[in-house]
């Protein structure tokens, strides 16, 4: 059996458009991939370093902020979902758990302040927690974040700070408008 379509009648003016419209879905998908390139480069571009890289490139500036900050004795400490605080005077680091993270992700005017944020790692399955640097959008002079890990972080290439860079860069979920330094730190015990 013959199949009947109907003759359509091809001017020149809609074949045009047609050609158009094929060209603009063309170049729309173009540019949403070469968006997309862009946006999962930023993401694998995060600025993670290992303590000692950080010490040997940042500038004398830099350096000396962050070490006072690393030194400071007055501190909120964040565990088990409890806020501790070591003073009533402004704060510029905060110290947190991995289980009590959810709490750096709710607004706190106690929080205004914060510079630092020290994460501890105490297990292998804290690498697989994400932290969501979306959520700290509130943190708005936040600068830094140090991950001290008492745990080999490449068991399987120990030492190793580009493995080390990669597993702590998977636990974070980046932002746009939120990218502080992260810096990290492996202390194993002997």
Do not use: W
Not at 4 to 20: E, G, M, W
Not at 44 to 49: E, G, L, P, R, V
Not at 63 to 68: D, E, G, M, N, V
Request: hydrophobic residues 40%.
């Amino acid at each position: 059996m013959k199949k009947f379509t109907l003759n359509q009648i091809v001017s020149l003016p809609s074949n045009l458009i047609s050609v158009q419209h094929q060209f603009y879905l063309t170049l729309n998908r173009v540019l949403f991939i070469l968006v997309f390139t862009i946006s999962v480069v930023n993401i694998s571009a995060q600025n993670i370093k290992s303590l000692d890289k950080f010490q040997t490139e940042s500038g004398y500036t830099e350096k000396t902020h962050f070490q006072s900050l690393f030194n400071e004795e007055s501190t909120i400490a964040i565990h088990d979902s409890k806020i501790e605080f070591d003073a009533e005077s402004a704060m510029n680091v905060i110290v947190v758990d991995l289980n009590s993270i959810n709490q750096l992700y709710i607004p706190n005017s106690k929080f205004a302040s914060i510079e630092l944020i020290k994460i501890k790692l105490n297990d292998n399955s804290d690498l697989n927690r994400k932290i969501d640097l979306s959520k700290l959008s509130h943190l708005g002079k936040m600068k830094y974040i140090l991950i001290v890990s008492s745990i080999e972080v490449c068991p399987e290439n120990e030492g190793n700070l580009q493995c080390q860079s990669s597993k702590i860069q998977n636990m974070f979920l980046t932002s746009e408008n939120v990218n502080p330094t992260i810096v990290f730190r492996i202390i194993t015990p002997m």
